[in-house]
Every structure is written in structure tokens, then in C-alpha cells.
Nanobody
Framework: QVQLVESGGGLVQPGGSLRLSCAASGSIFIPNHMGWHRQAPGNQRELVAQITSSGSTNYADSVKDRFTISRDNAKNTVYLQMNSLKPEDTAVYYC?????????????WGQGTQVTVSS
């Protein structure tokens, strides 16, 4: 069974930092692309950052120069280092990964982790 398990959310003051982790398991291949999305109350889920299996990245304009996505293929884990956090970064953050399962590549989601930026 394929699953994604996230960790690292919490409460942080404006200007602070957090690191999110997401471990993928259950597939015989390393994940294809992996990423982080977020959803604030009343808003649609939006892409924050994405990374391919070879390490190419892309970011939402709102987080460029503040957030860094990385991955460890040996551990099937993707990370999101978030610096200079702002109140508008408050959201539930979801990990995503395209993984091989039951004969094909499919998109999977984690359960979400809350990030709250507040003084």
C-alpha cells in the first residue's frame, strides 16, 4: 500500500522557520515528481513547490527566495524548508508524489500538516 506521511508542521512567529518532511513508502520505484501544496481556509489548494526525481524544481512566486524544496531519493523523502515565514503562509500543507503502484504511475497525497504563522 502506497502512503505519504508528513511531519514538521506547527506554530511559528512571523519571520521564523519550519521544515516539513514527507516520507513515501509502498512503491517498488522511487517517486517521480514530488511536491508540496497548501490550502488556507476559504481558498483553493495551490502548488507551493515541486521537485522532479532528477532534482529540477519550481516554486510559486509567493514563496520564491524563502522556501526550498529538496529530496533524498535514498529515503524516498521530500523536504520543504520554509524561512522568513509570513502570516499569509498559514495553511494546511499537503505532500504529493507520483508513485508506481499496481501497474501504473498515480498521484498520491499526504494527510496534511497545519502550519500557523502568528505572533
Amino acid at each position: 500500500q502506497v502512503q505519504l506521511v508528513e511531519s514538521g508542521g506547527g506554530l511559528v512567529q512571523p519571520g521564523g522557520s519550519l521544515r516539513l518532511s514527507c516520507a513515501a513508502s509502498g512503491s517498488i520505484f522511487i517517486p517521480n515528481h514530488m511536491g508540496w501544496h497548501r490550502q488556507a481556509p476559504g481558498n483553493q489548494r495551490e502548488l507551493v513547490a515541486q521537485i522532479t526525481s532528477s532534482g529540477s524544481t519550481n516554486y510559486a512566486d509567493s514563496v520564491k527566495d524563502r522556501f526550498t524544496i529538496s529530496r533524498d531519493n535514498a529515503k524516498n523523502t521530500v523536504y520543504l524548508q520554509m524561512n522568513s515565514l509570513k502570516p499569509e503562509d498559514t495553511a494546511v500543507y499537503y505532500c504529493s508524489a507520483q508513485m508506481w503502484w499496481n501497474g501504473g504511475w498515480k498521484d498520491y497525497w499526504g494527510q496534511g500538516t497545519q502550519v500557523t504563522v502568528s505572533s
